[in-house]
């Protein structure tokens, strides 16, 4: 006997769930930064502290972490790779210790030159107009802020 799908049983359909279209999404765009960002010799989250600090350097690791929304604990570990890698510098702030202020070196602001294809190789892979992206990129950020609020974010 064939039971009848209701609504409820669509739901729960794997190609209905906007997470997993999120989610995969995300993979392939994983997959398709990795051999740019190895030229880099950066990893994804590495690219994303590196653009954070690319347009304002010397920042607390606060405010980096709450850019990317990541945690110090999350966070820590990146920066201590890219500070290995000497593209930047941790420093304790003099007027308030327990704060922690990321830098570039000239290694880091020399990167931004090399980064600068990046995006143009991501929309080109893409297939779409800088207009479809903004439109998508703006509608994503939209959809974040809500589940963040009713997560009281």
Same mark, same amino acid.
């Given at each position: 006997m064939v039971r009848k799908q209701t609504a409820a049983d669509q739901a729960l359909r794997l190609h209905n769930q906007i997470c997993f279209a999120?989610?995969?999404t995300a993979?392939?765009?994983? @997959?398709?930064? =990795?051999? *740019?960002?190895d030229k880099l010799g950066l990893t994804y989250p590495q690219y994303l502290v590196m653009l954070t600090l690319w347009? @304002?350097?010397?920042?607390?690791?606060?405010?980096?972490?709450?850019? *990317?929304?990541?945690?110090?604990?999350?966070?820590?570990p990146l920066l201590k790779r890219l500070e290995a890698a000497e593209l930047i =510098?941790?420093? @304790?702030s003099t007027e308030d210790e327990r704060q922690v202020l990321i830098a570039l070196t000239p290694?880091?602001?020399?990167?931004?030159?090399?980064a600068k294809s990046v995006p143009q190789s991501i929309l080109a892979a893409s297939a779409c107009s800088v207009g479809e992206l903004v439109a998508m990129?703006?509608?994503?950020?939209?959809?974040?802020?809500?589940?963040?609020a009713v997560l009281g974010e």
């Open positions: 999120v989610y995969s993979h392939a765009f994983n @997959r398709v930064y =990795k051999p *740019l960002l347009e @304002r350097d010397g920042v607390p690791l606060k405010d980096i972490g709450q850019r *990317l929304f990541l945690d110090s604990g999350t966070l820590t =510098k941790r420093t @304790r290694q880091g602001h020399a990167l931004r030159e090399k990129k703006d509608e994503s950020v939209a959809l974040r802020d809500r589940l963040n």
